[in-house]
């Protein structure tokens, strides 16, 4: 039978004040205005009548919305687990305040890096020592806060004063969350792929630092895919457990899925959200095991993986049911040997591409 | 961990009873966990005001027909996992 989901992610809007060249945000999207507070809220009873736990607000950047104090209020009145995902960037310690007075549960804040000026290089805007502000207030007013990094060739080697920072601003977690390659990360591939030796390294210094710190920070490191062998189960598999709601109201098995050619979604609002959730023709598509080619539907590892992730197949290899190609069975792993073997041969910098499409030095 | 320590849950989480899994779950950013009927149980009593004997005996004593000793190593087993996971401190 199929469950009922578990959590909703709320993309509030895609504006953002910064632009990261590892975003994952869609590079292109219809600009379609974004569901209003009354839809919002709507959609998280529903989701709550359903089953949903927990709710996170993220986007873009979720503090553009002037309602999100309304937002999260009302996602708490319904009982919701309610988590922030930020950039931190346009925030006030008052405007924390209020939020966590609203039912804020917590907090998680994003970081570039250690160093002010690679920070703010990867961010593509001066962010660096206001993120830190936001953290020290977070811990001041007493709000459980995760610290998210994402790892790449450029920042990786700092993990080490990445955890001792993320230590310091009394951070509860870390995600060191290794780059995905979709969004933006896909056009900047060839600028933030680590090399091979770079990650072991990483990994190790992480798994250290997991053992010293058990039980005061928790510290996850996110598989990295490109050196995996295995996809990742992205979203613990297509419509199993978790809805995304894009600005524009598409109710969604992942934020990329959208971006899939031929797939239908639904709004949400347009019929009860449990029937798109268990009908909607988009979220059965890639759902079991029939839509799979032989060479995972005779595989062990299926049932762990859920076949990888579908936006990486299509971005990478053309096809919506191909074989993820990180995975060393696929047909088309070279696509992904070759993109390592880049990253372990070049010397040169690469600029990075961002939202606004200048490139940057 | 000894009979004195007190198991408290950390502050990033939140213990809700979810009335579509008619169940208590134990949820933190970005993970949760749904809970049996004892262990709901005595994860309320974690909140940094009850020892673990005290706690063995308020279940004993909400389950009278489950043998003490039953109960304690159900107790200490939850404890000793959450604290594993990092989601409760031992004072
Ligand atoms: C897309 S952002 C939106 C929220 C907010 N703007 C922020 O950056 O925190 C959501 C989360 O995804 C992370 N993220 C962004 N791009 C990523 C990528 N290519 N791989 C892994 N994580 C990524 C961010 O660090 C952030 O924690
Ligand atoms: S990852 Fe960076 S650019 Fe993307 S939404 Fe978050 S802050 Fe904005
Ligand atoms: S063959 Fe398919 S199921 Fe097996 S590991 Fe590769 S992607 Fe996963």
Redesign the interface.
Known sequence: MLERPYTLTAELTYRCPLHCAYCSNPVSYDDRPALDTEHWCRLFAEAEAIGVMQVNLTGGEPLLRSDLERLIGHAHRLGLYTNLITSGVPLSRRRLARLRASGLDAVQLSLQSTDQVLADRIAGVVAHQKKLAVARWTHALRIPMTANIVLHRDNIEQIHDIIALAEALHAERLELANTQYLGWAFVNRHALLPTHAQLEQAKLIAQAARERLRGRMEILFVTPDYYGGVPRACMDGWGRRHLVVSPDGLVLPCHLAHTLPGLTFERAGARPLLDIWEQSEGFNRFRGEAWMPDTCRSCAYRTVDFGGCRCQAFHVTGHLEAVDPVCRWSPDHHLIQTARHAAEQRTERVPLWRRDLQMVP | MNEASCPTL???T?L?Y?R??DAC?L????R?LVLNRSAGDILKLCGGHHTLSSIVNALSAQYPHTKRDLIREDVHRLIRDL????LL?LE
Do not use: D, I
């Open positions: 950390l502050p990033k939140r809700r979810n579509q899994r779950v949820l933190w950013p970005e949760g604290h594993s996971r990092g401190t």
